[in-house]
């Protein structure tokens, strides 16, 4: 009798432990479900806000600037400092989405 006994709690823990292991799958399928799911909304706002710009042509606002105008922009070195300013912008954006660092800084 304590041999049955012994023998059925012993299955029943086994039957406990693979419920366990069971939810902490669908748990970590939920989650993989939850991340590819917030990656496709991503992808479907960053492909909207791609055709929102189609119609912004900058080239005509460039060719409109006046030849002297142009000129002192050049000898400036205006080119190089918005290429800076851009990648610098860039650059910030990314470090803010590192995990653990500060929003906003």
Not at 10 to 34: A, R
Request: proline share 3%; charged share 10%; aromatic share 12%.
């Amino acid at each position: 009798m304590l041999d049955w006994f012994a023998s059925t709690w012993n299955e029943f823990k086994q039957f406990l432990w693979s419920v366990v292991l069971s939810v902490v799958d669908v748990v970590k399928d939920l989650g993989c479900l939850l991340a590819e799911t917030l990656i496709d909304l991503v992808l479907f706002i960053l492909n909207s806000l791609g055709a929102m710009f189609d119609g912004l042509n900058i080239s005509q606002y460039i060719s409109s600037i006046p030849p002297h105008t142009g000129y002192f922009m050049t000898a400036c070195g205006f080119s190089e400092a918005m290429g800076m300013i851009i990648l610098s912008l860039t650059i910030r954006i990314i470090l803010q989405l590192i995990p653990f660092t500060r929003l906003g800084s």
